[in-house]
């Protein structure tokens, strides 16, 4: 089994570099503030790494986030927050 991550922060706090480092780790595939129902379609079974997925009208979002933590959870039980 594969651990995925999420990267979360505020603005301006290294969340960006942190994200960049996994495109140099060979076994994660990074994606940067992508849809989030597009990151929920994304291939699980290779291990992924992601900041901050962006809104989508579609989900209600948990407050605080831009993205349903419900959702998440029960699509990607493995993530690493």
């Known amino acids: 089994m594969y651990e995925h991550v999420l ?3 505020c603005g301006r706090s290294g969340t960006s ?4 480092l996994f495109n140099h780790l060979s076994r994660h595939t990074c994606y940067s503030e992508i849809d989030f129902d597009l990151y929920l379609n994304k291939d699980f079974s290779k291990p992924i790494a992601s900041k901050i997925p962006r809104e989508n009208r579609k989900y209600q979002n948990t407050p605080g ?8 959870l029960v699509r990607i039980p493995n993530i690493k927050i």
């Open 7 to 9: 990267i979360l922060g």
């Open 17 to 20: 570099i942190f994200s960049e």
């Open 65 to 72: 986030l831009s993205f349903p933590l419900d959702v998440l």
